[in-house]
């Protein structure tokens, strides 16, 4: 199994290849943007330590940096990666090239993780009836579009199996950057001020997301109504991680809502 060494804070190098924190969208077969901090590769490099050779499912591939790392680290019998950008990423698709693993990685471009048909459709492809035991979703951020790769993709997972939602919280640190821009440009005044005013407006004319975190108390309660289906839930900072009860659930039919309260009086002061 390959190792990870950390070269510097933000730098690491696995097998022949760095990857390198941040969000640039230009990755090198032998050098990956890694779209992670710090804290959270030493989380991603825990799991893989603990899924040698298992079955995965990645949602969203950006840059290929995670895609990249993940197979590198846990070697799967087989990763399925989805992007919902239609282009290819050059720089991943020349690794799994050049290290002959085309049969085993297998990033699927143009897949909308909000669409349900498209999104069973390659895991039928890929994995038939094989069961699935560890997702990544890295995807959206957004709770429709989560809740409805969640409903294809968790019947899949074996007993035991790890669903993790990356970045539940994303709602609350994009708001807290869009009012912080919004102050500085208000302060500036002039031109400035009247666009994001104008866009403001806009903003608040329109009806609220669903943030992500909705989809986290709902899982605890289904954990709590029916332990069969999700045995486990944990919330952290960075992910919410679901792990897969023993009962019988059929991928075309599941609805999460099915298993849960969803009168909210109960949850109000």
């Known amino acids: 199994m390959s190792q990870l060494v950390q070269l510097t804070e933000n730098r690491w190098h696995v097998d022949g290849v760095e990857f390198v924190y941040g969000y640039s969208d230009e990755s090198a077969v032998d050098c990956f943007s890694l779209q992670k901090p710090p804290e959270l590769v030493d989380k991603l490099v825990e799991l893989c330590n603990s899924h040698h050779g298992d079955t995965i499912v990645e949602l969203g591939i950006a840059a290929g940096g995670s895609t990249a790392l993940i197979a590198l680290m846990t070697q799967p ?12 990423v050059a720089a ?41 035991e560890l997702v990544i979703d890295d995807a959206s951020h957004v709770y429709d579009a989560t809740l409805a790769s969640f409903e294809v993709i968790f019947p899949r997972l074996g007993e035991g199996g790890l669903f993790i939602i990356e970045d539940w919280a994303a709602d609350h640190w994009r708001r807290k950057t869009m009012v912080a821009a919004i ?87």
């Open 92 to 132: 991943l698709a020349e690794l799994i090239q050049r290290r002959n693993l085309g049969d085993v990685v297998r990033p699927h471009y143009g897949i909308d993780q909000a669409d349900k048909d498209a999104l069973a459709k390659v895991l039928d492809d890929e994995f038939g009836n094989e069961s699935i």
């Open 77 to 88: 019998r087989k990763l399925v990666a989805c992007e919902l950008a239609p282009t290819p």
């Open 183 to 269: 102050q500085d440009g208000l302060a500036k005044g002039g031109d400035t001020a009247q666009r994001l005013e104008a866009t403001l407006a806009d903003l608040l004319g329109k009806p609220p997301l669903t943030p992500l975190h909705r989809l986290a108390a709902e899982l605890i309660q289904v954990a709590r109504n029916r332990s069969d289906v999700v045995s486990n839930v944990s919330v952290d900072r960075h992910w919410i991680t679901i792990s897969r009860g023993p009962a019988a659930l059929q991928s075309h039919d599941f609805r999460l809502s099915d298993h849960h309260e969803t009168d909210w009086t109960w949850a109000l002061p």
